[in-house]
Structure formats: structure tokens, C-alpha cells
């Protein structure tokens, strides 16, 4: 079914025009006077609906409901810049996959970081990356995408989560699986490093912020694949799929 | 430790020099006389080394080895023809992720195949990608990029490992887990489809070749990101990290 993201107050009418950049997109699906479409505020609750006219694009709220595609797990991805594009990259694919927020920091290996100036511009532009993988992997939550000043500022918003982790491709010992099976899977943090990796005296930071160090496996993934493995087994280990 | 593909023979010798093209990746590495590389054949086989020479890249070969960081369980990505470069993605990303082998095939809402013209080049420019990404993240074994003629072919071929699973976005009753925690995991094939999705008639085609028919979860996941997922899911049920 097509859906749409509309403004929370939106979703209260019984009945609803779209607004025009909505109004546009369902005029390009040629929606007509019968079909069902849903509407959603991106932020979990959304409105069944039914086109009455496909004039003016007027909708006919048949049912207001919780999302059904949100996980109940909640995961935030804290990701350490990487160059180019990666972050990007990462934006689109953890929000199909689920994931609930997007956190972005610089660490001391990090070769690109967005300066102040330029930051607002690309902040917007990534919320859009969120906003439009949402809609087309039929979310009922957009995705925040957050930019702190420090890895010590990601640290201690990370380790507030129930259970927080930190991938490393240094560690031996723990495991993803440890330390996902360790207690009922709630709120996940999961930290990763830029292409260089982390430091040691920075995953020696987050061990005492109490967050747990985990191995991916054998092989050495890139920077951008690592939160996305590690996104997906989260959602398989909660009983997602 | 810097890990260089040579040929199978190469790996019996006790002293080896490094041809042309790793000699000079070696050399803008600035390897030294008494450090230690690994050669690989790209299928399991390895030899720890010191360089004895950097002046023509001499080694010495101090043990002869099975690589350590294949999985023990081996998956094949099935894919059908996506658009653009999503097949290189996905060979660069599953490489690292562990798979054996990708398989391409064609489906019925492919909407680009590549032509018999193309092919072969197409085929040694994926091949390179795995072979570089193998590289990259350790591997010990190059996962092998073969195209099939037919998804019946492709069918045929997927049903033979122990675990056979195509990836559906309208399934709702069977999850990947239910199909993974069935048995021991030792040969899992997993197929998915293109942009448009495969076809009912596809589906019922791989159930009656006994394939299991498994969900992602609630969202639906571009045919990039679906393969990627699912083989996250498979290395950390089969216990990788």
C-alpha cells in the first residue's frame, strides 16, 4: 500500500487533502476516487485512509492505528565519519533495516569531518535520506539523524541504552551473540569506528563507560558494512525475522 | 598482516618471490626483510612468510596452513539481475560478509540483464571485486561470481545445498530464523529477487523445488540490501560472532 509521511497534527482530521509535494507524488501513482493509501507522522502512528476524490487528492480517514512495521527493539547506530558517501550509504540501508536512530561523531582516526558551516546543509540532506528509505521500506518511523561534538559525547549517550556495544575488529573473545543473549534485547546501542578503526585507548574509553567490546568475526569488515551486519543480526536475534 | 592471492602451485615452494603485480603492492607497502605476510591460494590454503629480500621480494615460507578465517558454513547468495551496480555492491559486501559464492540469474520483472556480448567481461570484472574484497577483509578463499542462464537453472542449482531459502516479501508465516534453527547449518543457498520482486509464480515454482519460503521481517528491504541481511543473519545463527 502507498503511504505517506504528513505532519502529526495531520493525522487528527477525519478528513485530509494532501498537501502538494503529496498531492504531486499521488497524482504521478494515479491514485483514484476508492483505493486505500496510509498515512503516516513518522513517528510511529499513522491513518488509514481512503481517496474520495483524486481532484484535489481528499482522503476519508477509515482507521487511526499504531504502526505495524516498527520493530519493538530499538537500535541506535552511532557511526564514527567515514569519507565520501558511506554515511549515506549507511542512512538508507539501517533505516530499511529498522534501526532507530543515526548517530554520527568524529573519533581520532576520522579523515572527513563535515566542518560547522556545511553541517545544517548536510544534516537536512541525510534526514532526507532517512525520511525517503522510510517511506520506501513502508516505516512507520522516520529515523533521526544526530551529529555529536565527541566520541566522549557518543560514549555516554551511547552506554544509556540496556545494552550497549562497541564493534571491534580487535576483540577475541566476546561476541556479538554474548552479549545479545546476555539480557531481553530492548534498546541496543551500536558503536563503530572510520575506516582506520578506533584507537585502543578509545575502545579502552568505552570499556569504562561500560560498554561491552564485540567481534564481528574472522574477517575484517569496512567501516560501513560493520553497523549493517550488526543491525541485522540485532533484528534476527529480537525475533524480528 | 598484509595477505597477498597467488597461484595454488606457488604455495608448495619453501622460497618464493613475489610476481610482478603483488611485488609492487608490496613495495608501495615498504615491506621489510623480516616481516611477516600471508600468502593465500583463494581456496583455504595459506603459507605464513618473512620476507627475506624486499629488494626482489624473496620469501621464506615458515608454515603451511588451512586459512582460519573461512566460516565453517558456506552460503550462496542467489541473486536475481538487479539494476546498475547494485550486483557489484552486493558481490564487494557478501565477500566480506563470508559467502562462497554469488550466483546472478535472470527472473521475470528483471528489468536489466546483461548481454552474452558483455558478459564475459562483466563476469572477470566481478570476479575482480571478490578477489579484491577477499583481499581486503581477509579472506582466505575468493567467493567465485557465476551467472546461470535461467531462474529454473538457478532453482535447480540453490535446492542442492542443505538449507535452500528464497527471501519474499509477501511471506508472513515463516521467518528466516524458524528456517535456520531447523537443522545444523552447513550448505544454506539463499535466493532473492530483483527490483520488482519475484513473481507468485516463481515463488510456488521454488517451494515445489523445496525451497523454504522465508520473511525478512515487517519491511521491505530493497534487493540489494535483502541478500546482505539475510547472510548477517545466517554467520551469526551459525555462531561466526
Redesign the interface.
Known amino acids: 500500500m502507498t503511504r505517506f509521511f504528513v505532519e502529526k497534527e495531520v493525522l487528527a482530521s477525519p478528513e485530509i487533502i494532501l498537501d502538494s509535494e503529496n498531492a504531486a507524488h499521488a497524482k504521478v501513482l494515479r491514485l483514484r476516487a476508492g483505493e486505500e493509501v496510509l498515512l503516516c507522522d513518522g513517528q510511529g502512528r499513522e491513518a488509514l485512509c481512503r481517496v474520495v476524490s483524486s481532484e484535489n487528492m481528499t482522503l476519508e480517514v477509515l482507521e487511526q492505528r499504531k504502526s ?4 519493538a527493539v530499538r537500535v541506535s547506530i552511532y557511526m564514527a565519519f567515514p569519507k565520501a558517501d558511506k554515511l549515506e550509504h549507511v542512512i538508507q ?1 539501517a533505516t ?3 534501526a532507530t536512530e543515526i548517530v554520527a561523531f568524529p573519533s581520532a582516526r576520522c579523515v572527513s569531518k563535515p566542518d560547522d558551516k556545511s553541517l545544517n546543509k548536510k544534516l537536512e540532506r541525510w534526514q532526507k535520506i532517512a525520511a525517503s528509505a522510510a517511506e ?4 512507520g518511523v522516520i529515523p533521526r539523524v544526530t551529529v555529536l561534538g565527541s566520541f566522549k559525547a557518543a560514549l555516554s549517550r551511547a552506554a544509556q541504552a540496556d545494552t550497549s556495544i562497541l564493534l571491534y575488529e580487535n576483540e577475541r573473545a566476546t ?3 554474548m552479549a545479545l543473549e546476555a539480557k531481553p534485547l530492548t534498546t541496543v546501542s551500536l558503536i563503530s569506528g572510520p575506516e582506520g578503526g578506533l584507537e585502543e585507548r578509545e575502545v579502552e574509553q568505552a570499556k569504562n563507560a561500560g560498554v561491552q567490546i ?9 567501516c560501513e ?1 560493520a553497523p ?3 543491525v ?2 540485532v ?3 529480537a ?3
Chains 1, 2 share one sequence.
Open positions: 505495524e512495521t516498527e520493530a540501508k530499511e533495516l529498522g520506501q521500506s513502508g516505516r561476541t556479538l551473540k564485540c567481534t564481528l568475526g574472522k574477517r575484517i569488515l569496512r558494512t549493517l551486519c550488526a541485522s543480526a533484528m534476527y536475534a525475533g524480528e525475522f
